[in-house]
């Protein structure tokens, strides 16, 4: 019903940057939130930051400050700024989207994935 596909990943030095693109299709009636999750090998999947239909952004706080989400208005894409990247920024990174597909159907969705790996 509804693909999200990631893209930007890659690899990079400490304090570079990169930005994540997510582009969401399909049966989309309106989109509640898309947010980044990330999952560094052997941990769990963790919460990035978010931003919802109204443009509300949230951060985890080991991204305040260096990371920052975007969305245009009406599109389904969105964007994660990643700057000043550190070793433990490397993660598969993963985007979600809560969506209604329909006047009362909603979901949660999710991408494949894309790597980011920061090191020296």
């Known amino acids: 019903q509804v693909q999200l596909v990631e893209s930007g990943g890659g690899l990079v030095q400490p304090g570079e940057s990169l930005t994540l693109s997510c582009v969401a299709s399909?049966?989309?009636?309106?989109?509640?939130?898309m947010t980044w999750y990330r999952q560094a090998q052997g941990k769990e999947r963790e919460f990035v930051a978010s931003?919802?239909?109204?443009?509300?952004?949230d951060y985890a706080d080991s991204v305040k400050g260096r990371f920052t989400i975007s969305r245009i208005s009406g599109l389904n894409t969105v964007y994660l700024q990643m700057n000043s990247l550190q070793p433990e920024d490397t993660a598969v990174y993963y985007c979600?989207?809560?969506?209604?597909?329909?006047?009362?159907?909603?979901?949660?969705?999710w991408g494949l994935g894309t790597q980011v790996t920061v090191s020296s």
């Open positions: 979600n989207t809560r969506a209604y597909v329909s006047v009362s159907n909603w979901g949660d969705y």
């Open positions: 399909g049966s989309i009636f309106r989109i509640v939130a």
């Open positions: 931003v919802n239909a109204g443009q509300a952004t």
